[in-house]
Nanobody, 120 residues
């Protein structure tokens, strides 16, 4: 009953930037933490950044200073601004959100992903 839809991926030159967006819709009472994960070919999925409802953020070391996560609670949307992109940032980026419904059930939901390709 909850859907997460990402957008904003694409092909970028090294050093370029993108702004990824993810909007949650459906049966939502509250969204706690939202986050961005990525998975490159042949590698395991890793957490890139997360943000609590109150705005506390965490980043994996490899993206600190280059990526910024933010959210708009009124729109149930989380963003990931990705700057100074490197080829090793190439991956499918997935949005995740911990959602509570009106029956008191909380669980993680995932989007389908958006592909970011960094190449010259």
């Amino acid at each position: 009953q909850v859907q997460l839809v990402e957008s904003g991926g694409g092909l970028v030159q090294p050093g370029g930037s993108l702004r990824l967006s993810c909007t949650a819709s459906g049966s939502i009472f509250n969204i706690n933490t939202m986050g961005w994960y990525r998975q490159a070919p042949g590698k395991q999925r890793e957490l890139v950044a997360s943000i609590t409802r109150g705005g506390s953020t965490n980043y994996t070391d490899s993206v600190k200073g280059r990526f910024t996560i933010s959210r708009d609670n009124a729109k149930n949307t989380v963003y990931l601004q990705v700057n100074s992109l490197k080829p090793e940032d190439t991956a499918v980026y997935y949005c995740s959100a911990y959602v509570w419904n009106f029956r008191g059930l909380g669980m993680d939901y995932w989007g389908k992903g958006t592909l970011v390709t960094v190449s010259s």
